[in-house]
């Protein structure tokens, strides 16, 4: 199956995140917010700001071991959600893909409110509250993992596809 890919620029993940805050803005107030490190801490700069929420805390989960898909580990837990089992905190990631993610955050803060920016199916019954959804087989660009470059002319590949 081939990847199709979905380039989110900078102004646009700005647009997709308050749009988020929109919806969650009638679920609140919140206790604070859980930013998942490392996609979801500018999201969470976002919408913190759109909520009037100070109280950021962060988690963050390691799912990659080398090139594979390892055990997923908590490298860094969200200690001042934990007692409350998350009652009352807002949780923010930039996506969820296959849920992996997800999951282990749920397991440490079941009653919390979670919700990204973006999803994809597989991982989707995992969130309570997100904007735009992407096909399973799309990897979506964010703006701090690319930047602008030079693309040839359509005409200069459509040339050379065609042997030319
Ligand atoms: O639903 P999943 O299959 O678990 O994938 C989603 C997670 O993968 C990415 O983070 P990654 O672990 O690559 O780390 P990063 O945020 O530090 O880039 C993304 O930011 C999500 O947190
Ligand atoms: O589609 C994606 N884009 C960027 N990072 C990711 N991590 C899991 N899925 C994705
Ligand atoms: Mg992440």
């Not at 919806?23 to 919408?47: E, F, H, N, Q, S």
């Not at 071991?65 to 997923?72: F, M, Q």
């Not at 995992?126 to 040839?152: G, R, Y």
Request: hydrophobic share 40%; with cysteine.
């Amino acid at each position: 199956m081939a990847i199709r890919y979905y380039t989110v620029t900078w102004d646009q993940l700005h647009r997709d995140a308050k749009a988020l805050a929109w919806r969650l803005v009638d679920k609140g107030p919140y206790a604070g917010m859980v930013a998942i490190t490392r996609g979801g801490l500018i999201p969470c700069a976002i919408i913190s700001r759109e909520l009037e929420c100070r109280l950021i805390e962060t988690v963050s989960i390691v799912t990659y071991d080398e090139e594979k898909r390892g055990e997923p580990s908590v490298v860094k837990p969200p200690a001042a959600a934990l007692e409350s089992r998350g009652e009352g905190w807002l949780i923010i990631d930039d996506l969820v893909d296959t849920g992996t993610t997800a999951k282990v955050i749920r397991a440490l803060l079941p009653k919390a409110h979670f919700a990204t920016v973006y999803a994809k199916p597989a991982g989707k019954p995992q969130v309570d509250t997100f904007i735009t959804e992407v096909s399973q087989d799309t990897w979506i660009l964010f703006p701090w993992d690319t930047e602008p470059q030079f693309v040839a002319p359509i005409a200069k590949s459509h040339a050379s596809s065609n042997g030319g």
